[in-house]
C-alpha cells in the first residue's frame, strides 16, 4: 500500500500547529487550535484508509475492483461530530470568560500557585508525613500559619 506522502506532511504541520495553539492561554487561540488539530486528525482518518476504491455496498454481481474501507470515513464522522461539540464547548466558556473578565486568558488558580510555591520549597505534605510516620524536614513555609480545625476528632 502506498502512501501519498505530500498528504500526511499536511496531517503533521496541521496537527503541530493545533498543538501549539491549543498550549496558549487565549481561550479563543485554543479554539482555533482545537479546530487545526481536529482538520489533521481527520486528515489523518482518510490518509490511514488507503486508496479509493468502489462503494462498500455488494449486488448480484462480483466487484470488478477493489472495494473502498468504510472504516475511515466513519471514523471521520465521529471526529467531526466530537469537534462540533468541543468547538461549542469552548466557544461558550471564551464568551462566559469576556462577559465575566473582559478577556478570555485562562488565569493562574490560587491553589495550584501554592502547590507551585510548597514544591519549589522542598515541603513534605501533612498526609505523606502522617503516612510515613516521619517528620518533614526543612523549612515548613506553612508553620507561621494557624493550624485547620479538625472537627473530625470532636465527633
Do not use: K
Amino acid at each position: 500500500m502506498s502512501v501519498n506522502l505530500a498528504l500526511v506532511l499536511i496531517a503533521a504541520g496541521l496537527m503541530g500547529c493545533g498543538t501549539y495553539l491549543i498550549l496558549e492561554r487565549s481561550l479563543s487561540r485554543v479554539l482555533v487550535g482545537l479546530v487545526v488539530m481536529g482538520n489533521g486528525v481527520s486528515l489523518s482518518f482518510l490518509v490511514a484508509g488507503g486508496r479509493n476504491g468502489a462503494a462498500p455496498v455488494l449486488d448480484e454481481t462480483a466487484p470488478t475492483e477493489p472495494l473502498a474501507d468504510p472504516l475511515p470515513q466513519a471514523m471521520v464522522l465521529t471526529a467531526i461530530v466530537i469537534m462540533l461539540a468541543t468547538t461549542a464547548f469552548v466557544l461558550a466558556m471564551a464568551y462566559r470568560s469576556w462577559q465575566l473578565n473582559g478577556h478570555d486568558d485562562v488565569q493562574d488558580d490560587v491553589e495550584d500557585a501554592t502547590i507551585r510555591r510548597l514544591a519549589d520549597a522542598d515541603v513534605t505534605s501533612e498526609a505523606y508525613s502522617a503516612v510515613t510516620d516521619t517528620e518533614p524536614e526543612g523549612d515548613d513555609p506553612r508553620q507561621g500559619a494557624p493550624a485547620p480545625d479538625d472537627r473530625r476528632a470532636e465527633r
